[in-house]
């Protein structure tokens, strides 16, 4: 009788995993994140979703489009991505997601839940290659090197000077391309720290090591619905090596004062920045 008994209960905790199992795999996260994401200004779409074996599922094709562009093109894109329950956030009573995407040729993670009427977002980026991002583009020129780095964010659907957060980035083989350059900028390895708090971001510590210049800076950004309207107020150094010093000669000209202890200022827009 007792095995009976145990034979029932098993079959019925089987009986029950096969069915989260399928709840979690048949659950419409696409449309649900893109309900998260739509205040924000962002569209989450995917070309399949499939069981994503023991929970969860995998999507392919993930497109996360801005909705204020008028070509409402893609910032982000990604051939796969997985998907499933975060389960500490459901113990929390505060539903969330976990994600796992092959992004810009590395992989990042996130844990995405509602939380006190906005989105809070645990993040986990593993060597992404800056190249392939879309997000951010410089002024003038474009950047390559691998960024990697971990933070907390909360954010508003409605107020963007209610966000907050912190985080600290670290990357390799960094560079800068300008079009008045004919070499490339090598900056090398660069670490940061930064905090978010009522729509500013402040950058606590920015440096680069090796390459063609130590580079360190403080100050903030005051954000903008539109990224490219956000405003600098960042003070910083640049140190260049002896090589650099010849190879950019014609781009410290252009500085107000030479190369030194002696501090830049970078500020106005970020589509139209000033140094003094």
Known sequence: MFNRYRAALAYAAFGLILFA???????????TLSKVLAPMGYQFSSATQELNFPFGAQLTGVRLNSLTSAAHDPVIECPVMTIAPSLLSILMLHPGVRLKANLYDGIARATIRPSSGGTAINYDLDAMNIAEQHLFALPVGSASGTISGQGKLWLSPQDLTTDTGKGEMSGTELA???????APIRLGIVQAKFHLDHGVLTITELKT???DLNLTATGTIQLAPNPADSTLAIQFTLMPSPAATTRLALLFHLLPHPPGPQPYLLSGPLSAPRIS
């Open 176 to 182: 800068i391309k300008s079009d008045f350059l004919d």
């Open 21 to 31: 199992g399928f709840l979690f795999a048949t659950f419409p996260y696409s449309a």
């Open 209 to 211: 090591i090796g390459a």
